[in-house]
C-alpha cells in the first residue's frame, strides 16, 4: 500500500524540520565544548556515555551503538581520548576478544567541568529554537520527553 504524496511530502518535511533543529543545537554545542573544553561533541558523547555506566566502562561495540558511530570511527574517537588521558582501554577478563573502554579520573574531572557548559548551550540551543514557528512543537516535545515522569502515572 503506497503512501499518498501530501503525506510523503509531509514526512519528508518534518525529517528536514527534525534535521534543522538537530544541525542547530549541535552546532552551538560544538562551538561551545570546542572553545571552552577542547572537546568535539562527540567526545563529549562518550565521556558522558561512559559516566553513566554501573563500573564507567562499557565493551567498544556497545559504545559504537550508544554514539551512534560506526566501529572504526569509535575506535578512532577512544583512541584520541586515551592518547589525551581521559579513557584508557582493557581486555575483558572473561573474553580476550572484547576490549572495554573506561573513563579515566582525569575524563571524569573533564566531564565534571564540561557538563555545566554542555547543559548551558543545549538549554540556550533551544531557547534560540523555540522562537522559531516551525521548531516549536520539536522544541516543546524535546521539552516534555526531559521531563522526569509524573509518580503512578
Do not use: F, K
Not at 572495554?100 to 529554537?129: K, M
Amino acid at each position: 500500500m503506497s503512501m499518498p504524496d501530501d503525506a510523503i511530502e509531509a514526512r519528508a518535511q518534518g525529517w528536514r524540520t527534525l534535521a534543522a533543529l538537530h544541525a542547530r543545537i549541535e552546532d552551538r554545542l560544538a562551538r561551545e565544548l570546542e572553545s571552552r573544553h577542547d572537546l568535539s561533541v562527540n567526545e563529549y558523547t562518550v565521556l558522558d556515555v561512559l559516566s553513566r555506566q554501573d563500573e564507567h566502562h562499557m565493551r567498544m561495540q556497545q559504545l559504537a551503538g550508544a554514539v551512534v558511530l560506526s566501529q572504526s570511527a569509535t575506535t578512532r574517537l577512544v583512541a584520541r581520548l586515551e592518547d589525551r588521558g581521559y579513557l584508557a582501554r582493557h581486555l575483558c577478563a572473561t573474553d580476550r576478544r572484547g576490549i572495554y573502554s573506561e573513563l579515566t579520573e582525569a575524563g571524569q574531572a573533564l566531564l565534571d567541568a564540561a557538563r555545566p557548559t554542555h547543559d548551558a548551550a543545549l538549554r540556550e540551543a533551544l531557547a534560540a529554537a523555540r522562537q522559531q514557528e516551525e521548531l516549536q512543537p520539536l522544541v516543546e516535545t524535546v521539552e516534555r520527553l526531559s521531563r522526569p515522569a509524573a509518580v503512578g502515572a
